[in-house]
């Protein structure tokens, strides 16, 4: 009881009278009568409320319905992240009596919480916990309608959670009254997966990420004439940290991500050897920790983005999007990362969301509560989701194409393989079909030595077999090596500078790439160690070199 007392605390907690009078010349003073309504559910860029008499009743839509998040009284304030994201608000705020507020815009905000160390952490950690009691009481009005035999279902539920939206989850196979919501769309359960936006009495037919981020007030406005100090591509934990070095610095920085923030850590389900966590944190925890931290001072994130095309010749830099937008900057930071490289077997395509999974957070683990599970792969992405699914799947095989672990795998996460009744290690081990109608059903792997390949009842692969780095977008205009990672600093030999016109004296700084002004931090980078430390600090060291390269 103490522990949730001093929760509740944090989430909604009253501010001092000396607190409030370091607010009082930065706000306006307002007043509402009783039943007016103060901001709308969905209302974008709203301000900012410090109660200074009267209550205010917060609410929003449930699963069972308009629910009362809390009543705010004189000394609270109003909020969650959307205040420092400026997204669309989950929830409605009502004076309840005559109510006295002190009005303050969110550019005020985002000062405070960059200057003012005691209100910052109160602001940043109740507006994180509250954002958390939405998630976790799925209050916001979205409903998702889909089926466990979808792949677009699990595409729309892992972009949701990921970007750390509310939603009720139906299942057409599952859930009683889906019919009927159904019938009021107007939608037959052939058209699922479906967004369905209540407030509004609209739904989407199998959305795309971006139609969903836009629908959603996910992305900012991106004005194509504007020139940023510093555009970030990729929302990885080296985009990440690029981002929150860059904007703390006083740089003006964007970034664009394709899908949602952490990149291929945020897929992690426990990272246990990142610096100041021993008792771990998710990926996703950790991305959604950066995130805000980004937006805190003031960078600019763009979530579903898709970067399509960089400029080679101009003097000003341009990445153009996949919707045909352009942002302009006067340097780049490229840290799209790397995708897991997919299974040379027949027929993949046909289970890739059915069954085979590029991800082992909770979205998928509750696919396979007590089944027997394939996992591929023997580095750290593999060990984690080996470990992680085994206390949810009944057991857990390990599929390796070498000898061991020894030499991709960190030592804490190969003491817990060993040690796991529920994992078993299966060395020089390669899956050689798929088989199933319409969904996995069954896999087909081969040992070295055996005489026949071995044949299982296995619904659920999870693929983390190495990794592509992704630089098809950048079309040419960067030297790769052999496989085709972005080559940069020392590595560049004279006939690629040569080939690629440096119009320098000096040789390209440790980051950057055979393009002046472009630098490539983490995964996407040649030589890179491909673990999240590494990467954060490939991020925050080429934010020091773009400011020299800003000053030439």
């Not at 006939?495 to 000096?506: T, V």
Request: aromatic letters at 6%.
């Amino acid at each position: 009881m103490a522990d949730s007392s001093e929760r509740l605390a944090e989430m909604f907690p009253k501010l001092t009278a000396t607190q409030i009078a370091r607010l009082l010349p930065v706000g306006r003073r307002r007043r509402f009568a009783a039943g007016e309504v103060i901001y709308e559910r969905g209302s974008a860029k709203r301000a900012f409320y410090v109660l200074l008499e009267g209550r205010v009743e917060i609410a929003g839509p449930s699963r069972v319905g308009e629910e009362r998040v809390t009543v705010h009284e004189a000394g609270e304030f109003t909020g969650e992240v959307d205040m420092i994201s400026g997204r669309h608000s989950l929830v409605g705020a009502r004076a309840l009596d005559a109510t006295e507020l002190l009005e303050i815009d969110l550019a005020d905000l985002r000062h405070i919480v960059q200057t003012d160390t005691e209100l910052s952490e109160l602001f940043l950690r109740a507006f994180v916990l509250r954002r958390a009691y939405l998630i976790a009481n799925t209050v916001g009005g979205l409903v998702l309608v889909g089926s466990g035999h979808s792949a677009d279902t699990l595409r729309l539920k892992a972009f949701l959670v990921r970007n750390g939206h509310p939603h009720v989850y139906l299942d057409v196979d599952r859930d009683p009254g889906v019919d009927a919501l159904l019938e009021h769309f107007q939608i037959g359960v052939g058209d699922v997966p479906v967004l369905m936006c209540q407030d509004r009495d609209r739904a989407m037919r199998n959305p795309s990420n971006a139609q969903v981020a836009a629908a959603l007030g996910f992305n900012i406005d991106l004005d194509e004439g504007h020139v940023h100090d510093l555009i970030v591509v990729g929302a990885g934990p080296s985009g990440l940290a690029a981002a929150v070095y860059a904007a703390s610095e006083g740089l003006d920085v964007v970034v664009l991500e394709s899908s949602a923030p952490g990149g291929q850590a945020g897929s992690s389900s426990r990272i246990e050897n990142y610096l100041g966590f021993p008792m771990g944190i998710s990926g996703q925890d950790l991305a959604g920790r950066a995130f805000l931290q980004a937006e805190k001072f003031g960078a600019n994130l763009a979530v579903a983005r898709v970067a399509a095309g960089l400029t080679c010749g101009d003097r000003r830099l341009r990445v153009t999007c996949v919707d045909g937008g352009t942002v302009q900057g006067n340097a780049v930071v490229v840290a799209t990362g790397a995708a897991y490289r997919k299974l040379t077997v027949p027929e993949l395509g046909r289970f890739e969301g059915n069954g085979v999974y590029y991800g082992a957070t909770r979205v998928e683990a509750q696919l396979c509560d007590g089944e027997e599970i394939v996992v591929v792969g023997g580095g750290n992405s593999a060990g984690q989701a080996a470990v992680f699914l085994s206390g949810i799947a009944r057991h857990v095989h390990l599929l390796v194409r070498g000898a061991g672990l020894t030499d991709s795998m960190s030592r804490y996460l190969i003491r817990r393989i060993e040690e796991s009744p529920a994992i078993t290690l299966r060395p020089y081990t390669q899956i050689e079909a798929l088989e199933g109608d319409g969904r996995l059903q069954r896999v087909c792997w081969r040992s070295a030595g055996a005489a026949e390949r071995e044949v299982r009842d296995i619904r659920h692969v999870f693929s983390m077999t190495g990794a592509d780095a992704n630089t098809r977008w950048l079309g040419g205009c960067l030297a790769l090596d052999d496989q085709r990672f972005v080559k940069t600093g020392v590595d560049l030999t004279p006939e690629e500078l040569e080939a690629a016109q440096w119009p320098l004296r000096r040789r390209p700084y440790q980051f950057e790439t055979s393009l002046s002004r472009v630098f490539a931090v983490g995964d996407v980078r040649s030589g890179s160690m491909k673990r999240v430390a590494s990467a954060v600090g490939e991020g925050s060291a080429a934010v020091q070199l773009v400011h020299k390269i800003l000053a030439e």
